[in-house]
C-alpha cells in the first residue's frame, strides 16, 4: 500500500477490496516501521481507530460519507484538532488550552469520513522553508543517503516527508512563501498551492494573514483534486484535464532562474521540451513585475515578516525567546525596522502588481522550476546561520513571488539531480484561475514526470 493515491484507494474502498479500519492499522504500523520520532509530534490513534470504525460502518450500510470515506490523512501541527493543543512546531505553546473544536477544515475532512491519524512536524511557526526543527528534530527525506540527510524544506516539512514514506496517502500544510510547494519539490510528491480564500483560515495558527493559505500534499495531482473537492463539500470532483493542444504556458525571464542549480534548469529543459512535442504551446515572455516584487522586498522588508512580528513581537522580546529556534527569532526580528509607510508602499504594490502579471498572463499558465535547488544537506545549514539564510532565501524565492502575487500553483516531481534528489516543476496562474491551474496540471502531469 506504499505511496498508493486517493484514487485507487477510493477505488478499492468502494469495491470492497479493502477497508478502513485495515487503512488506519496499517498507517500505524508503518510509522512504527519508518522508525522517525522526528515525522509526527502527536499520534491521534483512538481518534483514527474510531473515525476509521465509523467508517467501515457506513460503507458496510452502503452509506459512505464521501469517496474517500476512511482514507487517513495526517495534518500539520498547525491546524486544531479538538481536544489536543495546537503548538505549530514550537515548545512554548505547550502550556495553552487544548483546541476545543476541530478547524473548519478539520471539520470538513471528518465530515467526509477521513480518519486523522495525527499532527505532522514542521518548522517552528511556519517560519522558513527549509525545514529544521530544534525541538522535535528534522523529518528524514527519504530520498537522501542516511550519512548525509538533506532537507526535507519547509515550513510543511513533515507533510511532505510523510506521503513521501508512504505512510499517508495525504497530508495538509500551509502555504504563506512556498511551504506546500517547497516540500512537495524536495520530496518528489505533489502540491497544490490554492488561491487565498478557496478554503476557510479558521483554527489554523496563523504566520501572516495577509498571505497565509493551506492545501495539500499528495501522490497525485488527481488526488488534490478529489481533496480540493471533498474539502470544498463537494460530493465529486468538477474539474477535467485540459486539452493540452489548447493549453498555453509562459515562462517568466531570467528571474526564477537566476543562481538554480545545472541539474534543476536541464530538468526544466527537458520538461519543456516534452509539453511542446506534445502538442502543448510554449512561450518565454519578459514580466518585469517579477523583479519588481524582489526589489520591493529589498527595499521596504516582507509582508509576512510585518505580520510575523506583529504576532510574536511578545515571544521574541521576551524570556519565550530562549526557547524558540534562533533562526526563527532572527527572522522574526528583521522585521523591526519596517516602518507603517513600509507596510502600506507593499500593499499598494501587491494590488498594482497582481493587476499587472494577471493581464501579462492572460489565460495561460506559468511555467517555472518549483525550487531553484534540490534539497541540501544539512550539516552545514545547522553549522552556520548565515549559510542557512542564504539557501532559505534562494529556497523561498520562486514560490514566495507566487505567494506575494497570489497565484494558485500546483508543484509535480519532473525528474532527480546527480544525487537522486527530486526535482519540482511548478504551475502558476493569477489569483482565482485554482480551476485551470488544477486542470493543466491534470493533463500534463505524466508529461513532466517524464
Given at each position: 500500500?506504499?505511496?498508493?493515491?486517493?484514487?485507487?484507494?477510493?477505488?478499492?474502498?468502494?469495491?470492497?477490496?479493502?477497508?478502513?479500519?485495515?487503512?488506519?492499522?496499517?498507517?500505524?504500523?508503518?510509522?512504527?516501521?519508518?522508525?522517525?520520532?522526528?515525522?509526527?509530534?502527536?499520534?491521534?490513534?483512538?481518534?483514527?481507530?474510531?473515525?476509521?470504525?465509523?467508517?467501515?460502518?457506513?460503507?458496510?450500510?452502503?452509506?459512505?460519507?464521501?469517496?474517500?470515506?476512511?482514507?487517513?490523512?495526517?495534518?500539520?501541527?498547525?491546524?486544531?484538532?479538538?481536544?489536543?493543543?495546537t503548538t505549530a512546531?514550537?515548545?512554548?505553546?505547550?502550556?495553552?488550552?487544548?483546541?476545543?473544536?476541530?478547524?473548519?477544515?478539520?471539520?470538513?475532512?471528518?465530515?467526509?469520513?477521513?480518519?486523522?491519524?495525527?499532527?505532522?512536524?514542521?518548522?517552528?511557526?511556519?517560519?522558513?522553508?527549509?525545514?529544521?526543527?530544534?525541538?522535535?528534530?528534522?523529518?528524514?527525506?527519504?530520498?537522501?543517503?542516511?550519512?548525509?540527510?538533506?532537507?526535507?524544506?519547509?515550513?510543511?516539512?513533515?507533510?511532505?516527508?510523510?506521503?513521501?514514506?508512504?505512510?499517508?496517502?495525504?497530508?495538509?500544510?500551509?502555504?504563506?512563501?512556498?511551504?506546500?510547494?517547497?516540500?512537495?519539490?524536495?520530496?518528489?510528491?505533489?502540491?497544490?498551492?490554492?488561491?487565498?480564500?478557496?478554503?476557510?483560515?479558521?483554527?489554523?495558527?496563523?504566520?501572516?494573514?495577509?498571505?497565509?493559505?493551506?492545501?495539500?500534499?499528495?501522490?497525485?495531482?488527481?488526488?488534490?483534486?478529489?481533496?480540493?473537492?471533498?474539502?470544498?463539500?463537494?460530493?465529486?470532483?468538477?474539474?477535467?484535464?485540459?486539452?493540452?493542444?489548447?493549453?498555453?504556458?509562459?515562462?517568466?525571464?531570467?528571474?526564477?532562474?537566476?543562481?538554480?542549480?545545472?541539474?534543476?534548469?536541464?530538468?526544466?529543459?527537458?520538461?519543456?521540451?516534452?509539453?511542446?512535442?506534445?502538442?502543448?504551446?510554449?512561450?518565454?515572455?519578459?514580466?518585469?513585475?517579477?523583479?519588481?516584487?524582489?526589489?520591493?522586498?529589498?527595499?521596504?522588508?516582507?509582508?509576512?515578516?510585518?505580520?510575523?512580528?506583529?504576532?510574536?513581537?511578545?515571544?521574541?522580546?521576551?524570556?519565550?525567546?530562549?526557547?524558540?529556534?534562533?533562526?526563527?527569532?532572527?527572522?522574526?526580528?528583521?522585521?523591526?525596522?519596517?516602518?507603517?509607510?513600509?507596510?502600506?508602499?507593499?500593499?499598494?504594490?501587491?494590488?498594482?502588481?497582481?493587476?499587472?502579471?494577471?493581464?501579462?498572463?492572460?489565460?495561460?499558465?506559468?511555467?517555472?522550476?518549483?525550487?531553484?535547488?534540490?534539497?541540501?544537506?544539512?550539516?552545514?545549514?545547522?553549522?552556520?546561520?548565515?549559510?542557512?539564510f542564504d539557501h532559505?532565501?534562494?529556497?523561498?524565492?520562486?514560490?514566495?513571488?507566487?505567494?506575494?502575487?497570489?497565484?494558485?500553483?500546483?508543484?509535480?516531481?519532473?525528474?532527480?539531480?546527480?544525487?537522486?534528489?527530486?526535482?519540482?516543476?511548478?504551475?502558476?496562474?493569477p489569483h482565482g484561475?485554482?480551476?485551470?491551474?488544477?486542470?493543466?496540471?491534470?493533463?500534463?502531469?505524466?508529461?513532466?514526470?517524464?
Amino acid at each position: 500500500m506504499t505511496n498508493q493515491t486517493i484514487t485507487h484507494m477510493a477505488a478499492d474502498l468502494q469495491a470492497g477490496r479493502t477497508d478502513p479500519v485495515e487503512l488506519a492499522e496499517g498507517v500505524f504500523d508503518r510509522i512504527k516501521g519508518h522508525n522517525d520520532p522526528a515525522l509526527f509530534i502527536d499520534l491521534l490513534k483512538d481518534r483514527a481507530m474510531a473515525e476509521a470504525e465509523a467508517a467501515h460502518l457506513r460503507w458496510r450500510a452502503g452509506i459512505p460519507a464521501s469517496p474517500v470515506d476512511g482514507v487517513p490523512t495526517a495534518w500539520k501541527d498547525l491546524f486544531d484538532l479538538k481536544g489536543r493543543v495546537t503548538t505549530a512546531g514550537s515548545v512554548v505553546l505547550k502550556p495553552n488550552r487544548p483546541a476545543a473544536t476541530d478547524a473548519p477544515i478539520v471539520a470538513q475532512a471528518a465530515r467526509a469520513g477521513m480518519t486523522s491519524v495525527g499532527t505532522v512536524n514542521m518548522t517552528e511557526f511556519a517560519y522558513s522553508g527549509i525545514g529544521l526543527n530544534p525541538h522535535y528534530g528534522t523529518p528524514r527525506n527519504i530520498h537522501a543517503a542516511k550519512d548525509a540527510p538533506r532537507s526535507p524544506g519547509g515550513s510543511s516539512s513533515g507533510s511532505g516527508a510523510v506521503v513521501a514514506a508512504g505512510i499517508v496517502p495525504m497530508s495538509m500544510g500551509s502555504d504563506t512563501g512556498g511551504s506546500v510547494r517547497i516540500p512537495a519539490s524536495f520530496n518528489g510528491v505533489v502540491g497544490y498551492k490554492p488561491s487565498m480564500g478557496r478554503y476557510p483560515m479558521a483554527g489554523v495558527f496563523p504566520l501572516a494573514q495577509s498571505l497565509d493559505t493551506i492545501g495539500p500534499l499528495a501522490n497525485s495531482v488527481a488526488d488534490c483534486v478529489l481533496i480540493d473537492a471533498v474539502l470544498r463539500g463537494l460530493s465529486q470532483p468538477q474539474i477535467e484535464p485540459a486539452e493540452i493542444a489548447k493549453l498555453s504556458f509562459v515562462i517568466p525571464d531570467q528571474v526564477m532562474f537566476e543562481d538554480a542549480s545545472p541539474d534543476v534548469l536541464r530538468n526544466f529543459d527537458a520538461t519543456v521540451t516534452r509539453l511542446e512535442r506534445s502538442g502543448a504551446r510554449v512561450s518565454r515572455i519578459s514580466m518585469p513585475q517579477l523583479q519588481d516584487v524582489l526589489d520591493l522586498m529589498a527595499q521596504h522588508g516582507f509582508l509576512a515578516g510585518a505580520e510575523a512580528l506583529a504576532i510574536h513581537q511578545d515571544r521574541v522580546n521576551g524570556p519565550e525567546a530562549a526557547q524558540m529556534d534562533a533562526r526563527v527569532v532572527r527572522r522574526v526580528l528583521q522585521a523591526a525596522s519596517m516602518s507603517a509607510v513600509d507596510l502600506v508602499i507593499l500593499q499598494q504594490a501587491r494590488t498594482r502588481l497582481m493587476a499587472d502579471t494577471a493581464a501579462l498572463i492572460g489565460d495561460s499558465v506559468v511555467l517555472c522550476p518549483t525550487t531553484a535547488t534540490t534539497a541540501m544537506e544539512i550539516a552545514p545549514l545547522e553549522a552556520d546561520q548565515d549559510v542557512f539564510f542564504d539557501h532559505n532565501g534562494l529556497t523561498l524565492r520562486n514560490t514566495s513571488l507566487g505567494n506575494f502575487l497570489d497565484w494558485p500553483g500546483v508543484s509535480i516531481p519532473n525528474g532527480k539531480d546527480r544525487n537522486a534528489m527530486p526535482t519540482g516543476l511548478l504551475l502558476s496562474a493569477p489569483h482565482g484561475r485554482d480551476r485551470a491551474v488544477l486542470a493543466a496540471a491534470l493533463a500534463t502531469e505524466d508529461i513532466i514526470r517524464g
